[in-house]
């Protein structure tokens, strides 16, 4: 069992910054691709980034150039660093992993709620 615990949401002001983590309670080495989603009310939760075993990012169109996932090279953490934030990037942001020993399987976070105004 992976859990996965996240941390950095809040309220902030449109044109602000906010910087999401996600640690895992597994080792690096266990772990494949790790990616954060996010779900709007009454929306389907989508993709927002994820960045594989190595170290590749890919990126939803929406947040190109304004959002940046890393993925700390000694810790089984990632982080979301979000720039430029807009009211339509509201929502819960959920962390979500895969093992290589189980990549069929997806580990979700509990979430955490990212609130823009403007």
């Known amino acids: 069992q992976v859990q996965l615990v996240e941390s950095g949401g809040g309220l902030v002001l449109a044109g602000g910054s906010l910087r999401l983590s996600c640690a895992a309670s597994?080792?690096?080495?266990?772990?494949?691709?790790m990616g954060w989603y996010r779900q709007a009310p009454g929306k389907q939760r989508e993709l927002v980034a994820r960045?594989?075993?190595?170290?590749?990012?890919t990126y939803a169109d929406s947040v190109k150039g304004r959002f940046t996932i890393s993925r700390d090279g000694a810790k089984n953490t990632i982080y979301l660093q979000m720039n430029s934030l807009k009211p339509e990037d509201t929502g819960v942001y959920y962390c979500?992993?895969?093992?290589?020993?189980?990549?069929?399987?997806?580990?979700w976070g509990q979430g955490t709620q990212v609130a823009v105004s403007s």
């Open positions: 597994v080792s690096r080495s266990s772990l494949s691709a």
């Open positions: 979500k992993a895969n093992l290589y020993m189980n990549p069929g399987v997806d580990y």
């Open positions: 960045i594989s075993s190595a170290g590749t990012p």
